[in-house]
């Protein structure tokens, strides 16, 4: 651990590996076995490698041996989040105050979590996917590369509202294929698929599958009109499968 910029009182438990040239803030906690490439920066308050427990009650939470958390090179964690053991997260991933990533989780590179947003356990995030302030994304859900999830956008996961012993069987997020777009403040309710590149207006419900390229609103979401063709990803600068 060395070329390593440190602020007071922080703590890095035996076992941790840090690479080059990171920056650590005040207060911040790693954990052991934490993995943390070059060029990471990590704000107050962090706790990095977090061992997950779960209430008595707790249906989607399990208590296992997990891999240690990893961190990619060029990657920035904000102040006071929050991610756990066993999740990875690629190179030059941006991740916001408050944040919270949990175990068994994969972020892509060059993705951003948002401020105060929340990832939940044993989901697939792709490369260079955007999950604005304050969303949540539950547990098990799937959302693959060039994404954009707007702020306080809710993901759900349990159609028996926590009903029943039969409802552990058929937890299952969301899915969002290669390019879709959820508005603020929209609501994905358990199961369902986003189509590529379709995009979900602010404060729809979405109930059922969508198609690919088209757009929708509303309570429940219905189609409205296709994606204009300027809007879609493979149009956009960013897009690296492009080249």
Known sequence: MSNIEKGINVIIEDGAK??????????????????????VTIGDNTV????PFAASTSATTS?????????????????????YKGASLGEKCFVGDLATIREKTTIGDRTIV???????????VGKRVKI??????????????????????????????????ERKNHFKGPTLRK??????????????TVGEDA???AGSVVTKDLAPRKMYA?????FIRDVPQEQLIEEQVFYEERE
């Open 179 to 192: 390019g879709a777009r959820i508005g603020a403040n929209a609501t994905l309710l358990p199961g369902v």
């Open 218 to 222: 509303g309570i429940p979401a219905k």
């Open 132 to 165: 604005e302030t304050g969303a949540y994304v539950t547990a098990f859900s799937t959302i693959e590369d060039y994404c954009f999830i707007a702020p306080e956008v809710t993901f759900t996961n349990d159609n028996y509202l926590g009903r029943t012993e």
């Open 48 to 51: 990095l490698g977090k061992e």
């Open 114 to 124: 948002g401020k105060g947003a929340t990832v939940e356990n044993g989901t697939s």
């Open 199 to 201: 995009l979900v207006a």
């Open 63 to 83: 208590i296992e041996e997990l891999k240690p958390l990893s961190l990619g090179n060029g990657t920035t964690i904000g102040a006071s989040c929050v991610i």
């Open 18 to 39: 840090i690479g080059e040239n990171c920056v650590i803030g005040h207060n911040a906690v790693i954990h052991r076995g934490v993995v943390i490439g070059d060029d």
